[in-house]
């Protein structure tokens, strides 16, 4: 396989969403330039959101159940000193033609939204603040009526915001969160804190259980990358910016460690702390798993 550049031009690129069945058509959002939608494969690309606000996206999702539908979430969560924010969530039910604005004005910058594949209705974002000083609307947000309304379901403290929501795809009342204790100022990003940690939820999101021990890091951890193996559900994986340089057994592993759990978060091993794997983690921290292995 090799790699060719397709565009769109002129910024970072840091959300990607395609239409299962047609390889044809995906979106990417910019880190500040807007969504842009192809329809041919990427030869071609045209902005769809700039008549909107804001102009700096943090995360796409397309609902599983109908692909006409498609949330972003604004404000980038890859920090870094001159970044932009958001001012919420948006949602468009005409495959990007017409947005609504809906809601969470404050939550600075969206990281990431999963949508429930029984019903389109039913999202959840991952909401990481402004991460410029303390503020309550940090953490995960929930709906179950398309955005009318939301609940503030995980929230730990007005320092820590959200960096990744993981749902199951074969179970989706099974989901796990990042959480992030992160500051931004004008000298420098601060990175991990006792607010940091990795959170599950067994009934949709509705209570979250925080993930201690068993495995995990004991001390302080920063940033957390967390996905479920399509293929099997019990294959979890978190990649962890440990706060403390000695979380497991003596290994000093620096910045980049990454754990495995295979029964559903329950227990976990760090299976590989190579530095390359989280090198820049406040910004570059993200993590997939292959949907047949």
Do not use: C, F
């Given at each position: 396989l090799e790699y060719r550049y397709i565009g769109p031009q002129g910024n970072r690129v840091v959300a990607v969403v395609g239409v299962p069945g047609d390889p044809n058509v995906c979106y990417?959002?910019?880190?500040?330039?807007?969504?842009?939608?192809?329809?041919?494969?990427?030869?071609?690309w045209k902005p769809i959101f700039d008549d909107q606000e804001v102009s700096s996206i943090g995360s796409l999702a397309l609902a599983p159940s109908d692909p006409n539908i498609l949330w972003a979430g604004t404000g980038e969560t890859f920090l870094r000193n001159n970044i932009s924010i958001g001012n919420g969530i948006y949602k468009s039910t005409d495959a990007?033609?017409?947005?609504?604005?809906?809601?969470?004005?404050k939550t600075g910058r969206i990281g990431r939204i999963v949508i429930d594949p029984r019903d389109p209705n039913v999202v959840l974002a991952a909401a990481l603040g402004h991460s410029h000083g303390p503020q309550p609307e940090r953490g995960v947000y929930r709906t179950t009526n398309g955005g009318e309304s939301w609940e503030h379901v995980l929230f730990v403290d007005e320092n820590t915001g959200a960096a990744e929501i993981a749902m199951d795809p074969n179970n989706p009342d099974i989901l796990f969160a990042a959480m992030w204790q992160a500051l931004v100022t004008t000298?420098?990003?601060?990175?991990?804190?006792?607010?940091?940690?990795?959170?599950?939820?067994?009934?949709?999101?509705?209570?979250?259980?925080?993930?201690?021990g068993h495995g995990l890091p004991e001390t302080n951890v920063g940033k957390i990358a967390v996905a479920i193996?399509?293929?099997?559900?019990?294959?979890?994986?978190?990649?962890?910016?440990?706060?403390?340089?000695?979380?497991?057994?003596?290994?000093?592993?620096?910045?980049?460690?990454?754990w495995r759990s295979d029964d559903g978060g329950e227990e976990w091993e760090l299976v590989n702390y190579e530095h390359a794997l989280n090198e820049r983690s406040h910004y570059y921290a993200r993590l997939a798993v292959a949907p047949d292995n």
């Open positions: 990417t959002g910019a880190a500040s330039g807007g969504i842009w939608k192809s329809i041919d494969g990427g030869i071609q990007g033609k017409t947005w609504s604005h809906m809601g969470l004005e000298w420098a990003t601060m990175s991990g804190g006792p607010g940091s940690g990795l959170y599950r939820s067994i009934d949709g999101g509705v209570s979250w259980e925080h993930l201690r193996a399509p293929s099997n559900s019990t294959r979890v994986y978190a990649l962890i910016e440990p706060g403390d340089g000695v979380p497991q057994e003596g290994i000093e592993i620096g910045n980049g460690g990454l």
